[in-house]
């Protein structure tokens, strides 16, 4: 399958990220959100990363330029309708999902493939509410997404071979590595990740540990690049809590409870990076 123009709903941190990788391999993005401050801000960060790139020496003046004119921003749904992927990374809520998921699938063509960077959400559930559930996958990248290496994909019960061939070609053009998980909630990666760091804000609330050490405690006992506190805040604390949620509700199990500390952390507004504090504080 040829995809030539990749259509990206939802201008927060990771539909960025996507949007800008897939730029800068050449092709051409249109990024839709309803919010025009949203899609002013993707367009600032999706700048000061390709910045970052600039002052590595990894990209020039020249490659910068082009990477910005392969991408448009628009609160216009209907602007998707060329697209040969459109990739939904809306907030991590099933049922605002599932109506996007709806209104993609009512204006892209029929052999447009539809894949959702769900975090948790049942793939079999989502696509089940397109009229392509064949043409339908899991696509799920990780933060920061100019980055990390990965990108999961994850089968429904609908989705083709096809599909899932178009969308292994797709990930290594954007010069990523896809694993393939089933459909389950949290897939593979973040069943074990998500109920880590949840983990370690149970520590923190009983009083175990401080912040600081927890975090250090990973890093340098666990070679983990950042600690589990800090990757919270990075992945955002709003985010995790949704996850743990739907681990709970989908298993039944008491032992993926959300820590009570994260879910009042999310009442409070402190969402990580994004809200300028989370467990740590930032400019
Ligand atoms: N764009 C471009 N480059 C970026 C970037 C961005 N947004 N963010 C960081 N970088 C680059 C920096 O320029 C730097 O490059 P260099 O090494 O060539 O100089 C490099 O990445 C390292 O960045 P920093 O020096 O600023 O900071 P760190 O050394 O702490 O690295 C990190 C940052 C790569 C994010 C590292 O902390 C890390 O790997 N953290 C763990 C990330 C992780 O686990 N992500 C997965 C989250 S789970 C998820 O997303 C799934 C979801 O469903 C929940």
Redesign the pocket.
């Known amino acids: 399958m040829q995809i030539n123009t990749v259509g990206v709903v939802g201008a927060g941190t990771?539909g960025n990220?996507i949007a800008?990788i897939c730029a800068m391999t050449g092709l051409n993005v249109i990024m839709v959100d309803i919010s025009t401050a949203a899609l002013l801000r993707a367009e600032q960060?999706i700048g000061?990363?390709?910045d970052?790139?600039l002052?590595?020496g990894?990209l020039d003046e020249s490659g910068k330029r082009d990477v910005l004119g392969h991408l448009r921003y628009s609160t216009d749904k209907n602007e998707l309708v060329d697209a040969d992927l459109v990739i939904e990374a809306a907030t991590?809520a099933e049922s605002l999902k599932l109506a996007i998921l709806r209104d993609i699938d009512a204006i892209v063509g029929p052999k447009t493939v539809i894949a959702s960077?769900?975090?948790?959400i049942s793939i079999t559930k989502l696509a089940a509410a397109t009229t392509r559930p064949d043409r339908f996958i899991g696509m799920?990248?990780?933060?920061?997404?100019?980055?990390?290496a990965l990108v999961e994909l994850i089968r429904g019960l609908q989705t083709s071979d096809s599909t899932q061939t178009a969308a292994e070609e797709f990930v290594s053009r954007i010069h990523k590595t896809a694993i393939s998980a089933k459909n389950s909630p949290g897939f593979a990666?973040?069943r074990i990740?998500?109920p880590m760091i949840n983990e370690a804000v149970f520590v923190l609330q009983e009083g175990l540990a401080s912040a600081e050490h927890i975090d250090e405690g990973m890093r340098l006992g666990c070679n983990?690049?950042?600690g589990p506190l800090?990757?919270a805040d990075?992945?955002?604390l709003d985010?995790?809590l949704a996850?743990m949620e739907v681990f709970y509700n989908n298993f039944k199990d008491s032992k993926y409870r959300p820590a009570p500390l994260l879910r009042e952390m999310v009442e409070a507004g402190y969402l990580g990076r994004k809200s300028g504090r989370g467990f740590f504080r930032y400019a």
Request: charged fraction near 10%; avoid cysteine.
């Open positions: 990771m990220g800008q960060s000061s990363s390709l970052k790139l002052r590595k990894s991590e960077n769900t975090s948790s799920h990248f990780f933060n920061p997404v100019p980055v990390m990666v973040n990740l998500v983990h690049p950042i800090a990757l990075l992945i955002g985010t995790l996850v």
